[in-house]
């Protein structure tokens, strides 16, 4: 077991996956001799070379639908967005081209196409800059969506996201990218549909993913010490597919949940997890199910507002003490 | 035709023997009768959706794809039925597919703009207009990625050009070196507007080409000869020195955008139609140059056209005879991990029904 940070993570990923299959390929703007705008695909250009790590004009709807024709031919194209909100500019061919080209050829064509990069709020960029789309991703069926919160997890999913043969989507973080986290050493894999207890506790479930988690870890360590509110930490990690039976197992143990994301609240990802919640557990909740998102509107550039736009330990502490009362 | 260069002469041409000319008649005769045959089903209610009509422009994909060799791809958009064929792809299957049966080639599960034959390098039939351009480019780009000598003829329509996607695909293409050859069938309407109201060009539109420093040719569709030898042409470039082309091939399509444009005879005159059908249509036309060189005769024309009628005939019966897919249809070929079992597609909850 090494610490060392997300971004490191998520490079060593891509090294090995790059070491392992020839059909891996690397793409996306900046991402070779700039060794990417955040310094995730750093010296993989030097190691592997031009043909294997490709830098791509800023041109997303045209090098992302290219990726996924050249996957349909068997490589294995891991493509960079530089923001997740730069996706928006290329949905016809993530959504149509990849999500929609296996239904529609009856099972003909698969794409093992990857597409990640940072999708989140909190870097005061602004709302073009803020998406968090894995809500959207998720709702299209034929595509897959990962979110990890950890150095660990980023780099176990990243793995097993290339080598899936369908379309995954890695949601990354700007700001866990510096975070430090043990990774254990050799062929770490995590698969995807798989979610993780990250704290265990008798009074609460926190289901959250991404970012989110660290929120909900900070708020369970201040209820377990200041309110005696023993919280259990759930994280997804993957959101389609879907660990319903971890959220399920926690929350028939807890009686309670409040669920934690950076999605906005309108058929964001804690609007499914609330559905399958009362749909399969109603009859073990104590309480309402309650949710901490962003609040409901662009994100802010204001500095200090958009802290208090994004779900923080505070917000999810008043939640859970309301639901515990 | 284009008087000025005889490309019956070009050494492409000159390979063809008699059987390989009337082959090329039977394959643009077997288009027109099987869309001939769609039509009349959709009308009469047996299919669902849209049905947009090749005819006219059967010369372009017939001429095209008579050139694809083992390593040469075929994708284009929702105008697709013409391209099957071309490539192989059986009546059959293509017509059940219109009825949305389970022995239809994608499953039913795609429907007229959605035809597949990945085993006959056909990728398809893409519905939104010029998406299919990015994935064109990516085979190409795949084929130069795994080392192998061939090409992507990515059809699209002169309505597509106006679309970023094909912008990003021409830069792409020009940057990387990509062997793809993009094909503007141009029929001279973009769906109900014509192109004078929806491009904005100097002499044509391939031309736009120049600005990415991409060779580009403009093709008179309805001479076969003269479609096989530019073609051909790109198609050397591609594999000889893995360069894009351009190229702009004039053909005209009888019928609506779709069967339901309820414009299809108010934004241009039913005169245009005709004297398009009368003068230049391209099956008439082929059939004619063939019987002008001595390798066919009205009566095995005649025969040709009925094999091919009677096929379309067999493959309505067909599609008719065909079941419908299971319900449980409607859950199989999202996920390939799913369908496979393995334990990636056995793992987690991929689909939210109850």
């Given amino acids: ?325 | 035709m284009n008087s000025a260069i005889d490309h019956a002469s070009a050494p492409i041409n000159q390979k063809l023997g008699p059987d390989d000319k009337v082959g090329l008649l039977r394959q643009m005769m077997r288009i027109r009768r099987f869309e001939q045959a769609s039509l009349k089903q959709y009308q009469q209610g047996k299919m669902g959706g849209f049905l947009h009509l090749y005819i006219g422009q059967e010369s372009v994909a017939v001429g095209t794809i008579s050139l694809q060799g083992e390593n040469d791809h075929i994708i284009t958009a929702y105008r697709d039925h013409g391209h099957a064929l071309a490539v192989g792809m059986s009546m059959n299957a293509c017509m059940a597919e219109l009825y949305g049966k389970v022995t239809g080639c994608s499953k039913g599960k795609g429907g007229s703009m959605h035809y597949f034959a990945p085993d006959r390098n056909y990728w398809g039939g893409h519905g939104i207009v010029a998406g299919q351009t990015p994935l064109g480019a990516g085979l190409a780009y795949g084929l130069k990625y795994q080392g192998i000598k061939g090409s992507c003829l990515c059809y699209l329509g002169d309505g597509a050009i106006n679309q970023g996607a094909y912008h990003e695909s021409l830069n792409l293409a020009a940057l990387f070196d990509l062997p793809v050859i993009f094909v503007i069938e141009n029929n001279g309407y973009s769906m109900g507007t014509s192109q004078k109201r929806s491009s904005a060009f100097k002499s044509c539109l391939a031309e736009r080409a120049d600005g990415y420093n991409i060779e580009w040719d403009r093709v008179d569709g309805e001479d076969l000869y003269e479609v096989r030898a530019k073609t051909q042409v790109a198609i050397e470039r591609a594999h000889e020195e893995s360069r894009p082309t351009v190229l702009e091939i004039a053909t005209y399509r009888y019928y609506g955008h779709s069967v339901a444009d309820a414009n299809s005879k108010k934004y241009r005159s039913p005169e245009e139609i005709e004297h398009y059908k009368t003068h230049h249509d391209p099956v008439n036309l082929w059939k004619q140059r063939l019987i002008d060189e001595g390798v066919l005769d009205e009566a095995t024309a005649k025969s040709v056209d009925k094999e091919a009628k009677d096929e379309a005939s067999a493959a309505v019966r067909f599609a008719e005879e065909s079941a419908f897919p299971e319900p449980r249809a409607i859950l199989e070929d999202v996920y390939y991990e799913v369908d496979e079992a393995t334990e990636a597609g056995r793992t987690g909850k991929h689909f939210f029904n109850d």
């Avoid at chain 1, 030097?46 to 045209?62: L, M, Y």
């Avoid at chain 1, 794409?111 to 809500?135: F, K």
């Avoid at chain 1, 962003?294 to 330990?313: G, K, T």
Wanted: proline share 6%.
């Fill in chain 1, 1 to 325: 077991m090494r610490t060392i940070t997300y971004r490191q993570a998520i490079n060593e990923a891509l090294a090995e996956e790059l070491e392992r299959d020839p059909n891996v390929v690397i793409m996306g703007e900046e991402v070779a001799e700039y060794n990417g705008a955040y310094k995730v695909t750093e010296g993989l250009l030097d190691r592997f070379g031009d043909k294997r790590v490709v830098d791509t004009p800023i041109s997303e709807a045209g090098f992302i639908g290219m990726g996924v024709g050249a996957s349909m031919l068997g490589v294995r194209p891991v493509m960079e967005l530089m923001f997740w909100s730069f996706a928006y500019v290329a949905f016809d061919q993530m959504i149509n081209n990849a999500g929609c080209v296996r239904y529609m050829s009856g099972g003909l064509i698969h794409c093992p196409i990857v597409v990640r990069g940072p999708a989140n709020g909190g870097t005061n960029v602004g709302a073009t800059h803020s998406h968090t789309p894995e809500n959207f991703i998720a709702n299209t069926p034929g595509l897959k969506v990962v979110c990890p919160a950890t150095a660990a997890d980023a780099k176990g999913l990243m793995k097993s996201a290339i080598r899936d043969n369908d379309p995954v989507y890695v949601m990354e973080n700007t700001l866990l990218y510096g975070e430090m986290g043990e990774v254990p050493d050799g062929d770490h894999t995590v698969p995807l549909g798989v979610a993780e207890v990250k704290r265990e506790g008798s009074d609460v479930s926190l289901i959250a993913h991404g970012r989110a988690v660290i929120t909900a870890l900070k708020a369970a360590d201040v209820l377990a010490g200041e309110h005696g509110i023993q919280a259990e930490v759930v994280d997804l990690r993957s959101i389609r597919p879907l660990d319903e039976e971890t959220v399920l197992r926690s929350v028939r143990k807890t009686n309670r949940a409040v669920l934690v994301d950076e999605n906005k609240p309108f058929c964001g990802v804690s609007s499914q997890i609330a559905t399958t919640i009362q749909e399969k557990a109603f009859d073990h909740l104590d309480a309402p199910i309650m949710r901490v998102n962003s609040l409901d509107a662009p994100a802010i550039y204001s500095p200090p507002l958009e802290e208090i736009q994004l779900p923080s330990p505070e917000r999810v502490i008043e939640k859970v003490i309301a639901v515990c009362q």
